[in-house]
């Protein structure tokens, strides 16, 4: 599916890639939903995965409870550039390593209904025009959005797939 280039098709495609996602996870046999990745992959199990995508809905959130105050939020963490990701997603995996799978969808699950809302209370032109925001800078808050919901579960769904088999 293309890119998003209205409010609407931001909501559909961040909708249906979740669900897709999860539906990935739910035809999956118990035992392989817990089963361990080949070596290689950082994210150890699909637990793993589903908490990544959480930890990144959460640092989204920061950046814009911060950025629309009118403060430049540290990004993409605290400490870390975007150059530093492998470091930040190590952090990242370490952090939720134990939590399970149901824990994880939890969380995740929260976090996707966070984010929903902060699509729905902006409009069209709030989401898509760039530099609206001085906190976004040359972008839109809707590519942000993109690459925290759409991008990133469709980069979910295809690891998943490609280690539960």
Known sequence: MPRPKTKTALLSLSQSNYDRLLAL???LPPEDRES????GYLNRNISDVLAHLHHWHHLFLTWYAVGMKGEKPDMPAKGYTWKTLPELNREIWTKYKDYGLESSQKLLDQSFDQIQ???NGHSQEELFEKKKYKWTGTTSLAAYLISATSS????AYKLIGKCSR
């Open 117 to 119: 809302e902060v699509i």
């Open 152 to 155: 990133h579960y469709d980069w």
């Open 36 to 39: 361990e990745f080949p070596e």
């Open 25 to 27: 996870v739910d035809s």
